[in-house]
């Protein structure tokens, strides 16, 4: 009786350790950083305010941010604080995001 209680605690505490490391790993992504959805629009307005083409850079912007979750700081520039906007490319080789 006794190893069965000594089991059913280990199973338990095993549990609940899986649980808490999956409930982690769904709200941090693999860089330790918050994994939340952001405000694509309001993002890419702020992104596209200077822009002389708004409805292309916003179009570019929005798709760049659905597939980043991310959108640089400033209206031009600063890719380096998201690499994934940074890489994304047209079929022509050219850069996607504004």
Do not use: Y
């Not at 992504?29 to 409805?55: F, H």
């Not at 929005?62 to 991310?70: E, H, K, L, P, Q």
């Not at 490319?89 to 504004?98: E, F, I, L, V």
């Amino acid at each position: 009786m006794a190893i069965s209680k000594s089991l059913l605690a280990c199973l338990i505490s095993a549990f609940l350790f899986i649980s808490t490391i999956q409930a982690h790993g769904k709200i941090f992504n693999t860089n330790g950083i918050a994994d939340m959805k952001i405000d694509c629009g309001a993002e890419c307005s702020r992104r596209c305010s200077l822009s002389s083409r708004p409805n292309l850079c916003h179009r570019a912007c929005g798709t760049c941010c659905a597939r980043c979750n991310c959108v640089p700081p400033g209206t031009a520039g600063n890719d380096e604080v998201c690499p994934c906007w940074a890489n994304q490319t047209t079929h022509g080789g050219q850069k996607k995001c504004p």
